[in-house]
């Protein structure tokens, strides 16, 4: 858990869907980018706006793996393109889900370069 993550990992583009919730709001979101330690996702620009720095986020890395579901911190939010641009930082990621990002991005990475 990095809370204070200034990018000190690589982080792989990815174009994933992703579940963002906080308070009773539940919205469909697109990541971009992750990494273990965070990710980078984009909302509509209509999105109900939130009001606190905490979210939830809820995904899954294959269809074969079970939903990661964790609670997360907005470092930057802006809008991009008529889209809402958020950053995030994961809080309290279990170590196995930790690892199994991490392994997701070497594998995808390590295909990519080859």
Do not use: C
């Amino acid at each position: 858990m990095a809370i204070n993550e200034r990018r000190n990992t690589y982080r792989l583009p990815v174009e994933m869907a992703i579940t963002e919730e906080y308070g009773s709001t539940v919205q469909d979101a697109i990541a971009v980018n992750i990494s273990e330690h965070g990710m980078h996702y984009h909302r509509p620009n209509d999105s109900v706006p939130r009001k606190d720095k905490e979210v939830m986020l809820t995904f899954s890395l294959t269809k074969s793996l079970k939903p990661i579901k964790v609670l997360s911190w907005v470092v930057q939010e802006r809008v991009v393109d008529d889209k809402i641009a958020t950053h995030v930082t994961f809080m309290f990621l279990p170590e196995k889900d930790e690892e199994l990002i991490r392994d997701f991005v070497a594998s995808q990475d390590n295909r990519l370069l080859n």
